[in-house]
């Protein structure tokens, strides 16, 4: 008895997690998920950081962001809702691009 309610538990938490956020009235836009690096090409020359990082995803319809620094070991999988935002030993952004 107590194993299939152990079970039952697990089960309904399991898909809780699996139902979708309500949507906000007046709120921001979801991303569409696919990257378009060129919306964000005003941030070549900033300084990185979470606002810029926040804004670019905004601006390129990306739903995560993945910074690089020199040397930075990356995996080679192409993800079309991310992008990549490079950066050189400053900090400084010197180019975005999807994947």
């Keep these: 008895?107590?194993?299939n309610s152990l079970c039952l538990a697990v089960l309904a938490?399991?898909?809780a997690g699996c139902a979708s956020a309500p949507k906000v009235a007046g709120g921001p836009a979801a991303p569409s998920g696919v990257c378009n690096a060129e919306g964000a090409r005003w941030a070549i020359g900033s300084a990185v950081n979470d606002d810029v990082v926040n804004r670019i995803l905004r601006d390129t319809g990306s739903r995560d962001a993945r910074v690089l620094r020199?040397?930075?070991?990356?995996t080679m999988d192409y993800r079309e809702d991310r992008v990549n935002v490079d950066v050189n030993d400053r900090g400084a952004i010197t180019g975005?691009?999807?994947g």
């Design 1 to 3: 008895m107590f194993r």
């Design 70 to 74: 020199p040397g930075q070991m990356a």
């Design 96 to 98: 975005l691009r999807c």
């Design 13 to 15: 938490v399991s898909l």
